[in-house]
């Protein structure tokens, strides 16, 4: 599967944001999706993560609350919604998808990555 994230701009502190990632290829439904960001000179995290139906997901503590992960099987694009951005949610934004049976971890190491959209949160 090929994956292509869009939606990644310039926001205020404070703001909304909306990105979403394309996936190719009929068998979007059987992967179990995830969001990752890497944030200059940091390592790459887990942001949040959904099952094949959308059912069941999962978020790291900083998001909670704020960030909502969806998907449209329909459209082979799943999305992340991003409220009460921080300067500290200033990263690239990867979407990912693993064959695995989603479990909720955060651990987990996804077999196909997109290439990242840049979320910048300004002060």
């Known amino acids: 599967v090929q994956l292509q994230a869009s939606g990644g701009g310039l926001v205020q502190a404070g703001g909304s944001l909306r990105i979403s990632c394309a996936a190719s290829g009929r068998t979007f439904r059987n992967y179990s999706m995830y969001w990752f960001r890497q944030a200059p000179g940091k390592e790459r995290e887990f942001v949040a993560g959904i099952n094949w139906s959308g059912g069941s997901s999962s978020y790291v503590d900083s998001v909670k609350g704020r960030f909502t992960i969806s998907r449209d099987n329909a459209k082979n694009t799943v999305y992340l919604r991003m409220n009460s951005l921080k300067p500290e949610d200033t990263a690239v934004y990867y979407c990912?998808?693993?064959?695995?049976?989603?479990?909720?971890?955060?651990?987990?190491?996804?077999?196909?990555w997109g290439q990242g959209t840049l979320v910048t949160v300004s002060s």
């Open positions: 990912a998808a693993d064959r695995a049976s989603y479990t909720g971890s955060s651990k987990v190491l996804p077999d196909y």
